[in-house]
């Protein structure tokens, strides 16, 4: 299991479609998940049942369970697994302000990149940031990632256009 003494990582639950819910259609994150209309609780339950496993489909996303609270604090997502080329994204979403700036980012890190390097056998996890969101690209570069690329004008969000990072962690076991 994917835990340490504050938080787990674990499988996306039928019990969690009303957090989802409230997460995916919350505007406020729509500027990083690319969203430009909501979801229905129907389209998200489809989504929860038709998680098969990610050699399939090619993503896995992981709610992150709060221990101190028992509340599901956010989601890290493993997303385009590449088993031949052995690279994933990574993205994680603290759902709400009050729950950030708490460590919780780093000890998802912590327990999700040791899972991507030793079980998955991945060479190579990467990340998309926004060029405005400092505390997440502080957080990826502590962890040694390393600033790959910017994308110009990537993401247009309420009437600006944001410049985009990629951000490259290579094993450091194969290193």
Request: hydrophobic letters at 40%.
């Amino acid at each position: 299991m994917l835990k340490d003494d504050k938080v787990q990582l674990r499988a996306l639950e039928t019990t969690d479609l009303d957090t989802l819910f409230l997460w995916e259609n919350n505007p406020d994150h729509w500027k990083v998940s690319h969203t430009v209309a909501p979801f229905s609780r129907q389209l998200l339950a489809a989504y929860i049942d038709a998680i098969n496993d990610i050699y399939t489909d090619k993503q896995l996303r992981l709610v992150i369970e709060d221990l101190e609270s028992g509340e599901a604090a956010g989601t890290v997502d493993l997303f385009d697994c590449d088993f031949k080329n052995r690279r994933t994204g990574i993205g994680i979403l603290i759902a709400e302000p009050e729950n950030r700036g708490k460590g919780l980012g780093k000890r998802v890190l912590s327990l999700v990149l040791p899972y991507c390097f030793g079980t998955l056998g991945f060479h190579q996890v990467y990340c998309n940031i926004l060029d405005d969101n400092v505390n997440s690209l502080a957080l990826f570069e502590k962890f040694g990632f390393e600033r790959a690329g910017l994308k110009k004008d990537w993401t247009f969000h309420n009437g600006r256009f944001y410049d985009e990072w990629t951000l490259q962690k290579l094993n450091p076991a194969k290193h």
